[in-house]
Nanobody, 124 residues
Framework: QVQLVESGGGLVQAGGSLRLSCAASGRTFSSYTMGWFRQAPGKEREFVAAISRSGASTDYTDSVKGRFTISRVNAKNTVYLQMNSLKPEDTAVYYC?????????????????WGQGTQVTVSS
């Protein structure tokens, strides 16, 4: 089992940057595929990015490709989401998630563990 705690959210102007962090408890962080999801008010939770256990493979939703970067440092039990060129439509609560499977997946139901979320607000 793993507990996830996100941090780094906040208010930023359009065009700005934020880096989200997700700290995981436990000694087996490197055995989890990690993902970031987001949920805007009145909308369903959507996939943002995922990273393999080693960090060698990543996947992104089309709307963030070229702007967001997911990375991880297994020695620190932490996964990051660097967000650049932020847009008002990126405003949402961002969630970190972990799954025991090795396949990168965009489906939230395939992730076993979730953090509490961190708010990101991008003003125009």
């Amino acid at each position: 089992q793993v507990q996830l705690v996100e941090s780094g959210g906040g208010l930023v102007q359009a065009g700005g940057s934020l880096r989200l962090s997700c700290a995981a408890s436990g000694r087996t962080f490197s055995s989890y595929t990690m993902g970031w999801f987001r949920q805007a008010p009145g909308k369903e939770r959507e996939f943002v990015a995922a990273i393999s256990r080693s960090g060698a493979s990543t996947d992104y939703t089309d709307s963030v490709k070229g702007r967001f970067t997911i990375s991880r440092v297994n020695a620190k039990n932490t996964v990051y989401l660097q967000m650049n060129s932020l847009k008002p439509e990126d405003t949402a609560v961002y969630y970190c998630a972990a799954r025991t499977g090795i396949v990168l997946t965009t489906l939230s139901r395939q992730y076993n563990y979730w953090g509490q979320g961190t708010q990101v607000t991008v003003s125009s």
